[in-house]
Nanobody, 118 residues
Framework: VQLQASGGGLVQAGGSLRLSCAVSGSWSGVTAMGWYRQAPGKQRELVAAITSGVITNYAPSVKGRFTISLDRAKNTLYLQMNTLEPGDTAVYYC?????????????WGQGTQVTVSS
């Protein structure tokens, strides 16, 4: 499984960006896909996740501003980010977790930088 993230950039506070993550390869079983972010000096944190292509959950700090979605036909995961704040500045990583019988295989994209200026 390979993940390729794109769509980051520099935006002013209050602006919007849409991140994309193209997924290639093959997988089976139950999967969860998500977006994580890591700011300088901080741990990587979950931003949003989608399970079985339908069930979503969000970090409290982004709920109501960010929307995660999955286009199965294009094998592409999206993160629509609205009303961006300087605190959203981080490197964003897309992720796919494949749940096996006894283990979870985790796959990561290369990260895309999002910078929000005040």
């Amino acid at each position: 499984v390979q993940l390729q993230a794109s769509g980051g950039g520099l935006v002013q506070a209050g602006g919007s960006l849409r991140l994309s993550c193209a997924v290639s390869g093959s997988w089976s079983g139950v999967t969860a896909m998500g977006w994580y972010r890591q700011a300088p000096g901080k741990q990587r944190e979950l931003v949003a996740a989608i399970t079985s292509g339908v069930i979503t959950n969000y970090a409290p700090s982004v709920k109501g501003r960010f929307t995660i979605s999955l286009d199965r036909a294009k094998n592409t995961l999206y993160l629509q980010m609205n009303t961006l704040e300087p605190g959203d500045t981080a490197v964003y990583y897309c992720n796919l977790d494949e749940y096996g019988m006894e283990s979870i295989d985790r796959y990561w994209g290369q990260g895309t930088q999002v910078t929000v200026s005040s």
